[in-house]
Every structure is written in C-alpha cells, then in structure tokens.
C-alpha cells in the first residue's frame, strides 16, 4: 500500500538548519509530483514547496523561498525539504504528499505521511 514516512524534524535555534526526509513506498515514486505542506497548532495546513517528477521543475512558497530547497532522489524514492535560516514562525509539523499536477493546493495531493515536528526556538 501506499506509504510516506517523513523523517528528521526536531528542535533548532533560529538560524539553525535542518534536513527533513520524506521515504515513499506503493506507488510509481518517480512518476508523481511530490510536496511539502506544514501545520502549526491553530492553524490550516499550509503548502510549503513541490517538485515535478523529473526533478527539473520545482515550486516554493513566498514564505520560504531562498531559505527552503526541496529535492528529490527517484532511484531512492526520497524527497528532501533542505531547510537553512529557520525561524520561530517554521514551527508546525511537516508533511510530505504525492500528487499528480504541480499546485499549492492541498486537495491536488494524496497518502499523507505523519508528519514530523519541527520547532524552532529564537
């Protein structure tokens, strides 16, 4: 079945960087659009960045853009979501989605993993 696992949150001093991992499995990896989405307490889920299945193609949002790069590796089927100059307001769990069409919107992405929490502390 399908699964997505995300991997390498944790707690990070403002400015700090992390790494986050997102492993697939049950699915075509290399043939889907895959996304990063985050939530924090209170608030909607909110997209982040998406790249196209060749890895050629990549969108992020305003927020983070120039200190968000997300990547991926289709022999691993892994995306990345290389973050550098955190801030306070980076705090939410992340998630990681596969979807057919390059688009912000939530309801273009399936097979949700569990997230993983990162807080960032200033």
């Known amino acids: 079945q399908v699964e997505l696992v995300e991997s390498g949150g944790g707690l990070v001093q403002a400015g700090g960087s992390l790494r986050l991992s997102c492993a697939a499995s049950?699915?075509?990896?290399?043939?889907?659009?895959m996304g990063w989405f985050r939530q924090a307490p209170g608030t909607e889920r909110e997209f982040v960045a998406a790249?196209?299945?060749?890895?050629?193609?990549?969108l992020h949002a305003d927020s983070v853009k120039g200190r968000f790069t997300i990547s991926r590796d289709n022999a691993k089927n892994t995306v990345y979501l290389q973050m550098n100059s955190l801030k306070p307001e980076d705090t939410a769990v992340y998630y990681c989605a596969a979807g057919r069409l390059m688009t912000t919107s939530e309801a273009g992405y399936w097979g949700w993993g569990q997230g993983t929490q990162v807080t960032v502390s200033s």
């Open positions: 790249i196209r299945w060749g890895g050629g193609s990549t």
């Open positions: 049950g699915f075509p990896f290399s043939s889907y659009v």
